[in-house]
T-cell receptor, first 117, second 114 residues
Framework: NAGVMQNPRHLVRRRGQEARLRCSPMKGHSHVYWYRQLPEEGLKFMVYLQKENIIDESGMPKERFSAEFPKEGPSILRIQQVVRGDSAAYFC???????????????FGPGTRLTVL | AQSVSQHNHHVILSEAASLELGCNYSYGGTVNLFWYVQYPGQHLQLLLKYFSGDPLVKGIKGFEAEFIKSKFSFNLRKPSVQWSDTAEYFCAVKISYSWGKLQFGAGTQVVVTP
């Protein structure tokens, strides 16, 4: 019963390159969330997706960041033209399908630690 | 906008001491409340959660938390800590009857000395 999988676990990029972070939700889960953790801070919500739909992207920076959760395959968080300030840990979480108000709990992956040189 | 405050950023205590971590939130409506723990080098794990019912919630590893609605608080407690409880602890809040984002506190780093 695999948990939430994220890869890579560590990613190093130079300024201006692209970073692609992958998240495979737990089996049977159709809701995916991305969070960012900056040093000395708590997790900040970025985006919430269901299959092929972005439900809430209120936490996403307006430029350079995008996310998708295709019908097949993992969810991808994409950061274009990375800058040093993008260095952080990026966590993915998933929760099962169901009605809003059900006792849905988010289960977290191990995170991807992005370092921008 | 809702916010979550954790009062202590760092706590150091000895084994067998009691632990209480404060968490307050600002939101007037119904909320779901969570405590997550992040052990060194590991991902976030759910300690306990409150959705409804008994405001005293028991979680894993001997932790419990009490929801006090009038104080907008959800404090975490453990009567007797162990060295293995060294970790960072995060309080999180979600608006009830909605999907979506968790609002996290800044976290409390707990160090338990032998």
């Amino acid at each position: 019963n695999a948990g939430v999988m994220q890869n890579p676990r560590h990613l190093v990029r130079r300024r201006g390159q692209e970073a692609r972070l992958r998240c495979s939700p737990m089996k049977g889960h159709s809701h995916v969330y991305w969070y960012r953790q900056l040093p000395e801070e708590g997790l900040k919500f970025m985006v919430y997706l269901q299959k092929e739909n972005i439900i809430d992207e209120s936490g996403m920076p307006k430029e350079r960041f995008s996310a998708e959760f295709p019908k097949e395959g993992p969810s991808i968080l994409r950061i274009q033209q990375v800058v040093r300030g993008d260095s952080a840990a990026y966590f993915c979480a998933s929760s099962p399908p169901g009605l809003a108000g059900a006792e849905d709990t988010q289960y977290f992956g191990p995170g991807t630690r992005l370092t921008v040189l | 906008a809702q916010s979550v405050s954790q009062h202590n950023h760092h706590v150091i205590l000895s084994e067998a001491a009691s632990l209480e971590l404060g968490c307050n939130y600002s939101y007037g409506g119904t909320v779901n409340l969570f405590w997550y723990v992040q052990y060194p080098g590991q991902h976030l794990q759910l300690l306990l959660k409150y959705f409804s019912g008994d405001p005293l919630v028991k979680g894993i590893k001997g932790f419990e938390a009490e929801f006090i609605k009038s104080k907008f608080s959800f404090n975490l407690r453990k009567p007797s800590v162990q060295w293995s409880d060294t970790a960072e602890y995060f309080c999180a809040v979600k608006i009830s009857y909605s999907w979506g984002k968790l609002q996290f506190g800044a976290g409390t780093q707990v160090v338990v000395t032998p």
